[in-house]
């Protein structure tokens, strides 16, 4: 607005002798009180409307100059209420894309993305022990697949059984003869083996510590849990 009041009388009508700019200038005020709309900055776009309008109108350039330095003013007074967190570039892929790398896992257990995309949003705003905590609940889907292999009643998911009931459970099916465990059991049983083997570890290492108020995790540790959930 500086540079039209320059190349022109702060007294001349803004659209007349601007038309160029004019257009230019409804087009960033368009654009801006859709910004400012996605962050609920719900006075500026009556006050874009009125700025519009009176360019339209015949205005003066030095009015329009107003019109905009009073948007201003409109704009630092509500982002004045608001918080905006900094995300530094590495942490960008995790937080709009906090599925990635999890495929695998969402194609066989769908009901976790929410977990799935809370825990890499967490990681990524540097919330690490909140991170932990919802990868671990990634892995209780794991758990309870693994108890319903067993198709045992005593431990239907439904009835919401706890992680050491189930894999005491497991235990107990490996004591077993082969022939004498379930059919699951007898067709996949080293890999439900290694499952129940790698799931107690998981258990011990962090899902307990992670449920009580001792534990906390920092960048590095919730990284490797949440590798290891991935796994």
């Given amino acids: 607005m500086e540079r ?6 702060p007294n001349a009508p803004f659209a007349g002798h601007a038309q ?10 368009l654009d801006l ?3 400012c709309a996605e962050m609920d900055l719900d006075s500026v776009a009556p ?4 700025t519009i309008r009176a360019m339209h109108d015949g205005c003066m350039i030095h009015e329009m100059r107003e019109s905009v330095r009073n948007l201003a003013l409109r704009i630092d007074d509500q982002l004045g209420g608001r918080m905006f967190l900094y995300l530094p570039p590495q942490r960008v892929a995790d937080y709009e894309r906090p599925q990635r790398g999890w495929e695998d896992v969402l194609a066989s257990f769908p009901s976790v993305v929410d977990d799935i995309s ?37 431990i239907d998911p439904k009835k919401n059984p706890s992680w050491e009931k189930i894999l005491a459970r497991c235990n107990a099916e490996l004591n077993k003869e082969p022939k004498h465990r379930s ?7 080293d890999r439900l083996t290694e499952a129940t083997l ?16 001792e534990r906390s995790y920092n960048e590095e540790q919730a990284s490797e849990l949440r590798a290891a959930v991935r796994s």
Wanted: net charge positive.
């Fill in 4 to 9: 039209l009041e320059r190349k022109y009388s």
């Fill in 20 to 29: 160029h700019e004019a257009k230019l200038i409804e087009t960033m005020l």
């Fill in 33 to 35: 009180a859709g910004h």
């Fill in 47 to 50: 006050q874009v409307q009125r």
């Fill in 118 to 154: 809370e825990s890499g949003k967490c990681f990524a705003v540097g919330r690490y022990t909140a991170s932990a905590f919802h990868a671990i609940r990634v892995v209780e889907a794991g758990v309870r697949a693994l108890g319903a292999s067993l198709n045992d009643p005593s």
């Fill in 183 to 189: 059919a699951e059991w007898q067709r996949q049983g």
């Fill in 198 to 213: 790698y799931l107690r570890g998981v258990k011990e290492a962090w899902r307990n510590p992670t449920m009580h108020v």
